[in-house]
């Protein structure tokens, strides 16, 4: 189980159980959230080209995301398996990323789901205050998630591994690991 995807919608805990997958299967983080907030402190051209983006609780263009994404799958730490958080969003990244991975004799392993209510999420974001959870942002977030993202639960069901993330941090890492154990 090495070339994973997690999903769900924002406030689920992706970037939190990615961190802490990555280190227990010893593979690499990827989040297109993360790359994009290092480019916008950074300010690079990419970082000024999204950042308002970002701010607005809209999905980057694909042609943006997919190109920012494959140039980090090409780096090599990845030759041996990676975790990605926050990619594919849309079906259009889905398709651009098997074709991506088929070039190269590859395909994902599984698809995480992290599944939590709305009311826990809207909860969890406002708690945590980055610069686009304020309310009607986190509001327009979870809209693009139901609209855009959620069709891939039904694209990858083949490969779905739907998980509680309703629990202790490390008790969502334990169910998490069980159910990738399950599927092998
Ligand atoms: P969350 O899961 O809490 O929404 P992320 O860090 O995954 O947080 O994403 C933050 C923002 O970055 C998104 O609202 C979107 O604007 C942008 N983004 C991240 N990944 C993608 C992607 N694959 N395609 C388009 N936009 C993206």
């Given at each position: 189980m090495t070339r994973l995807v997690l999903v769900g919608p924002p406030g689920a805990g992706k970037g939190?159980?990615?961190?802490?997958?990555?280190?227990?299967?010893?593979?690499?983080?990827?989040?297109?959230?993360?790359l994009f907030r290092k480019n916008i402190a950074e300010q690079t051209e990419l970082g000024q080209q999204v950042k308002h983006i970002l701010d607005s609780g809209g999905l980057v263009p694909d042609e943006i995301t997919n190109q920012m994404l494959i140039a980090r799958l090409e780096l090599s730490d990845t030759a041996d398996g990676f975790l990605l958080d926050g990619f594919p969003r849309n079906l259009g990244q889905a398709e651009v990323l098997a074709t991506v991975l088929a070039?190269?004799?590859?395909?994902?392993?599984a698809v995480v789901q992290l599944q939590?209510?709305?009311?826990?999420?809207?909860?969890?974001?406002?708690?945590?205050?980055?610069?686009?959870?304020?309310?009607?942002v986190i509001r327009h977030r979870l809209h693009v998630y139901q609209s855009e993202t959620a069709p891939l639960l039904d694209y990858y069901r083949d490969l779905l591994v739907t998980v509680d993330g309703v629990a202790e941090i490390d008790q969502v890492t334990d169910r998490i690991l069980a159910a990738l154990r399950d599927r092998t």
């Open positions: 939190t159980q990615a961190t802490a997958l990555s280190e227990k299967l010893g593979i690499p983080h990827i989040s297109t959230g993360d070039e190269s004799d590859q395909k994902l392993d939590v209510d709305e009311d826990v999420l809207v909860q969890r974001l406002l708690a945590r205050g980055r610069s686009d959870d304020n309310e009607d």
